[in-house]
């Protein structure tokens, strides 16, 4: 499995698509994506389009996927028989059992950034002092916990390999935490 194309949305949502041959992508006027297959992957004969939609919960940003009812698309294996389906970190979409192609990934690589501020002081996950707003700063894709990163004084992400409140690893390199096998 080739990894030929990568769809990147401010909203963080990341879908790696694995198999381009007949496959039609466009980008919408409000932020949604479609892919429209050729008749050969459905496996019936039919051109079958399945649209990537974004949407807010409570200020994060999701993404629905929508199709026709009965449609030949699956999650994770499993038809999507309403149409509908709120897609989740690592889900493999396909089409009529074949193998997957696209994989959803709601992360966004650590990345440093000055430090926006808060209403209440922020601590460092791994010093616990505060971060001043302006101050150059990671938060972790992982749990959302602060660090510093100031390159003399408090290198405190970079300090250690992986985030000492969940596990994900520290790297600046702008790789993702999970990329599917093979890709």
Known sequence: MAHLCTVKDESLAVLSLTETDGVQVRAGQDGEYTFRSSPAMTGNGTQESLILVPWQDSGKPRWALVCARGSAARVNGVPVLSG??????????????????LFFLDEDPARP???????????CGLCKTPIEKGQTAVR????????????????????RKTCRSCGHSTSLDGTFSWTPAGL
Not at 84 to 101: F, K, Q, T, Y
Not at 113 to 122: E, I, L, R, T
């Open 140 to 159: 972790c894709p992982g749990c959302g916990q602060w660090h510093h990163l100031d390159a003399k004084d408090k290198a405190c992400w970079t300090y």
């Open 84 to 101: 509908l389906r709120v897609l989740s970190h690592r889900d493999a979409i396909s089409l009529n059992g074949a193998a997957s192609l």
């Open 113 to 123: 950034q000055p430090f926006p501020g808060s209403d209440k002081p922020v601590k």
